[in-house]
């Protein structure tokens, strides 16, 4: 873990906004030769006849070192699209991110995989993948396998693998690698009960360590367990970002009590 | 700034027009006073400061001014090294070297300077990203290689099977069925025939491979961050490690037609280099296009057709009509294609100065196809 004091934010959003729009998705020769065309051109762009989507709108926050923080909110709102912008994925359309220290993510465990090779030397490349060189790995790779609970299946193809063990495999990587910051989606799901806990000891262990914890759940006791803060998303909106507690409150009262659509209400400080 | 890479295109072009193929070094062609080089240097130097000074106050853009120094040094360096190693260079050769050094050098140091990414970040952080990787792009090479013929019984000797036996049948239906009007100079047909073909072969898989490399990995894209370029690195890799083979298997053939091996081989990696170059350049442009306009590998396989034909890989140079020699002069391959040429089947020095033509377009299409990948990156995952 690189030294980074813990006063200074280490995630910092700043007016993050993410449109989508029809355009963007369209795949003909013939858009794809205008846009080439306006660009080589310097021409603005006349009307705009797309439907656009604001996938997350005018999000801040900063975020301290060492700090747990759940995002919450109904599907669609912007949860995971908030992550894949924290994470280099895709960049917002307007605002900033800054995110410093390196970062592992639990979004999707094993991707990357190379389906031919063993699970050891995916180990190798899963890393590579996070920015983590092999020898760096040397010292941990033991503890890798066991906790993935692999056994002799390690030097198997990772095709022969079940999708439990491909996912304890991908967890296990991850949480081996000594993140500065990790990035959480729904990771609880891995495997039997048993190593349901285990992964959770393992975060809360990573958490006294000094690591700062994003987790997106839909699991609102988790949320009320692990974060001290929590970041409430409604249609791409921040609603509310304060103590879990405040925050978890008002979310629910929201989703169980109100039918009513609520008004995305300014965040203070905006 | 496209200006400019057009314009020195053009020239490059231009000049190339006035000169003819497979031309050996004649009598004509002599050693020449080492101040010549020192001027030419020197040369380089002024034009790229005054170029520099001149974007830099009509601009009045923030540059990292250590780093432009040094990559001017580098280059004039660069280029005056090179240039000292040419055995036999004429003073019309040298002339039309120091000329195009001129155009080129600002080409690679200042105008990639001046660049800014998407994120408002300089071309060496980019790089820098794509260079903390370095240690990715290797393992999933590896892997990738290996992965490809572990199923097999043969295992990792099909990397050289294959080839050598894809070579043996060109070169035997070539050399045996096909030979209707087909000159080989006065040499075994196989070998002329396979010192086209093997590089070729790397052009053809690398590019048709590369066209797809960015969106058949969507999956991956849309869940890790890594720099994109290396999806493009990678299958440049395969390409050059699987045409190394073929290049083996090419040496025991021409070894049993009696044509061995020679220290001009050493020229080799020299022209690998700009091929390489030109590729990673087109397979750059080529893997972000083709994520927005499917149809681009496709459209790939008739091209590559097309080009097999119009280049001289079956044919020596010479048997081109003068009237059609343009379609040679505009294809950046084909003095690469005689290149190796020379070096492999006749073993002579290459005519250094048709080698420039190439080199210029690979730079210049390099760095272009790294722009629009780079202008394109962010929008993978949303395309996707």
């Known amino acids: ?270 | 700034m496209v200006a400019l890479l057009v314009g020195a295109n053009l020239v490059a072009v231009q000049t190339r027009l006035k000169y003819t193929y497979g031309k050996p070094l004649g009598d004509d062609y002599q050693a020449h006073p080492i101040s010549l080089y020192i001027l030419m240097l020197f040369s380089i130097l002024v034009a790229n400061f005054i170029i520099w000074i001149v974007i830099r106050v009509g601009l009045k853009l923030t540059v990292a001014i250590r780093q432009l120094i040094i990559l001017w040094l580098a280059t004039g360096i660069l280029v005056g090294l090179a240039t000292l190693f040419i055995p036999t260079l004429s003073q019309l050769q040298l002339g039309y070297f120091a000329a195009a050094a001129l155009l080129f050098s600002p080409c690679i140091t200042v105008i990639p300077a001046l660049w800014r990414g998407s994120d408002g970040e300089p071309v060496s952080v980019h790089l820098a990203k794509l260079w903390n990787y370095r240690v990715l792009l290797i393992i999933w090479l590896r892997f990738n290689v290996l992965s490809r013929y572990s199923q097999a019984t043969l295992g990792i000797f099909w990397i050289i099977l294959l080839p050598l036996s894809t070579s043996l049948v060109l070169a035997f239906v070539f050399s045996r069925f096909l030979r209707v009007g087909v000159t080989s100079e006065g040499v075994p047909f196989v070998t002329f025939f396979l010192a086209a073909l093997v590089p070729w072969t790397l052009f053809q898989q690398g590019i048709t491979k590369g066209s797809t490399s960015v969106f058949s990995q969507i999956g991956l894209i849309n869940q890790v961050y890594f720099p994109r370029e290396i999806l493009v690195l990678i299958t440049l890799g395969e390409a050059l490690v699987d045409v190394f083979f073929m290049f083996l298997a090419m040496l025991v053939i021409n070894g049993v037609s009696g044509v061995w091996p020679n220290w001009l081989y050493i020229y080799l990696p020299m022209l690998i280099l700009i091929q390489a170059l030109f590729m990673a350049g087109l397979m750059l442009f080529l893997g972000s296009l083709s994520v927005i306009v499917r149809d681009i590998p496709q459209l790939i396989g008739v091209l590559m057709q097309l080009l097999f034909y119009l280049s001289p890989i079956l044919y020596p140079a010479s048997l081109i009509p003068h009237r059609y020699r343009f379609i040679l002069a505009i294809n950046p391959l084909v003095p690469l294609f005689q290149a190796y040429r020379d070096i492999i089947v006749y073993a002579q020095t290459p005519d250094f100065a048709t080698l420039y033509f190439p080199l210029v377009v690979s730079v210049i299409v390099l760095f272009m196809g790294y722009v629009y990948f780079k202008s394109r990156e962010d929008g993978f995952a949303d395309r996707l």
């Open chain 1, 1 to 270: 873990m690189t030294a980074i004091s813990p006063s200074e934010p280490i995630i910092v959003a700043e007016n993050v906004s993410k449109r989508y729009s029809q355009n963007e998705q369209r795949t003909s020769f013939r858009y794809e030769f205008n846009e080439m065309a306006k660009r080589f051109l310097k021409r603005s762009v006349g009307r705009q006849q797309t439907e656009q989507f604001w996938a997350l709108r005018d999000v801040s926050f900063t975020i301290p070192a060492g700090q747990t923080v759940g995002i919450v909110g109904r599907n669609g709102s912007g949860k995971s699209t908030l992550f894949r912008t924290l994470c280099g994925i895709t960049r917002p359309t307007t605002g900033h991110v800054k995110v410093r220290g390196r970062f592992s993510t639990l979004i999707a465990l094993g991707a990357g995989f190379n389906q031919e090779r063993s699970g050891r030397e995916n180990i190798y490349l899963s890393a590579a993948m996070q920015g983590v060189p092999p020898r760096q790995l040397d010292s941990v790779i033991h503890d890798i396998i066991e906790f993935a609970e692999l056994g002799q299946f390690i030097d198997l193809p990772v095709k022969r693998y079940s999708s439990g063990m491909y996912a304890r495999l991908g967890f296990s990587v991850a949480v081996h690698l000594k993140p500065d910051i990790m990035f959480v989606d729904e990771i609880l799901a891995v495997g039997d009960a048993a190593f349901q806990d285990k992964c959770i000891e393992r975060i809360l262990k990573m958490k006294e360590d000094g690591l700062t914890l994003l987790i997106v759940t839909h699991q609102t006791e988790q949320v009320k367990a692990l974060c001290d803060r929590a970041i409430w998303l409604h249609k791409g909106r921040m609603m509310m970002d304060g103590a879990t507690q405040e925050v978890m409150k008002a979310y629910l009262q929201m989703i169980y009590e109100t039918e009513v659509e609520p008004t995305p209400q300014p965040v203070a400080g905006q």
